[in-house]
């Protein structure tokens, strides 16, 4: 069964720092996506980013880059120059498989960045 | 371009009641998919629709159903209301076509329900 692993429940940083949210995943089948969301107080959800099995490159977008290691099943989500609005909740998905909408979901990690 | 809106934003029921939510996708998205976010659970897959069709679900009771439009809006409804289905409810769109490695879910702000 497909299952996604969060271990940290919370995350603290400095405003300007880096830092990495940690992500692991189970699954049997070759082709599948990952997907991070953060999810402020607010309660949307909001894509950051993704990153395919098949991808050759790690997934970035602007300040958020993903350093995808396909054998030891991990996706962790860097934030680059952390700022006090990236606080909020952050999601760890898996799509499997890839032509449906279910996502499997981490437990999350709440990230609190601090002036 | 429009994001996902869901309505209502909040909702306060009764055991026993049923309730209806309201979801319309991105322009352009054929799929629309719901989820359910509780402290205990976290989110889980509910359903997923397209082009009026239920394409996959969730393991959740037959008191939770949907069903999608022509316009691709999308409908759930939860009869005889439970405390436990109190969640925050969560709709999300996608082409639903094509390439799916390059084809996000964007999700709505979510309906918050409250039963008492």
């Known amino acids: 069964a497909q299952k996604i692993t969060q271990t940290q429940p919370g995350m603290f940083v400095q405003e300007k720092e880096a830092v990495t949210l940690d992500c692991t995943y189970d699954t049997s089948d070759p082709s599948y996506g990952l997907f991070w969301y953060k999810q402020p107080s607010s309660g949307e959800m909001i894509f950051l980013i993704y990153q395919g099995s098949y991808d050759q490159q790690n997934a970035t977008e602007g300040r958020y880059s993903l350093n995808f290691q396909k054998a030891r099943k991990s996706a962790n989500l860097v934030i680059s120059a952390s700022q006090l609005g990236d606080s909020a909740m952050y999601f760890c998905?898996?799509?499997?498989?890839?032509?449906?909408?279910?996502?499997?979901f981490g437990t999350g990690t709440r990230l609190q960045v601090f002036p | 371009k429009a994001g996902v809106t869901q309505t209502p934003r909040y909702l306060i029921k009764t055991r026993g009641q049923q309730v209806t939510l309201s979801c319309s996708p991105i322009?352009?998205?054929?799929?629309v998919s719901w989820y359910q976010q509780t402290p205990g659970q976290g989110l889980q897959f509910l359903f997923e629709y397209f082009s009026e069709t239920q394409r996959n679900k969730g393991n959740f009771p037959g008191r939770f159903s949907g069903r999608q439009f022509s316009n691709s809006r999308s409908e759930m409804n939860v009869s005889t209301l439970e405390l436990g289905d109190s969640a925050l409810y969560l709709c999300?769109?996608?082409?639903?076509?094509?390439?799916?490695?390059?084809?996000?879910?964007?999700f709505g702000n979510g309906t918050r329900l409250t039963v008492t």
């Open positions: 998905a898996m799509r499997e498989p890839v032509n449906t909408d279910k996502l499997i």
């Open positions: 999300a769109s996608s082409l639903g076509v094509g390439d799916y490695r390059n084809s996000p879910l964007h």
């Open positions: 322009s352009g998205h054929r799929s």
